[in-house]
Nanobody, 116 residues
Framework: QLQLVESGGGLVQPGGSLRLSCAASRSIFSINVMGWYRQAPGKQRELVATITSGGSTNYADSLKGRFTISRDNAKNTVTLQMNSLEPEDTAVYYC??????????WGKGTQVTVSS
């Protein structure tokens, strides 16, 4: 089993930055893909960014250049740096992991609200 706990969400003004962290309950060294997804009220959950065990990254086209995903296998964490935040970025942000057996794990999410 793998538990994922997100942190770092909160209220930020437009143009501001937030750094989200996802802490895993065990080593993520063997986790093939880790990623961030988000779900805004009334909308479907959508991809934000993913990162593979080899460090390859993938971003939603609309977020390229503003968001950066990284992983630290030694600390069992995945981080999402979000810059130039917009009200449209308001959502619950979820961490997801897919292991070598293609088992999928999700965190409970952290709320990000961008508002003046």
């Amino acid at each position: 089993q793998l538990q994922l706990v997100e942190s770092g969400g909160g209220l930020v003004q437009p143009g501001g930055s937030l750094r989200l962290s996802c802490a895993a309950s065990r080593s993520i060294f063997s986790i093939n893909v880790m990623g961030w997804y988000r779900q805004a009220p009334g909308k479907q959950r959508e991809l934000v960014a993913t990162i593979t065990s080899g460090g390859s990254t993938n971003y939603a086209d609309s977020l390229k250049g503003r968001f950066t995903i990284s992983r630290d296998n030694a600390k069992n964490t995945v981080t999402l740096q979000m810059n130039s935040l917009e009200p449209e970025d308001t959502a619950v942000y979820y961490c997801r992991a897919v292991d070598v057996l293609v088992m999928e794990y999700w965190g409970k999410g952290t709320q990000v609200t961008v508002s003046s």
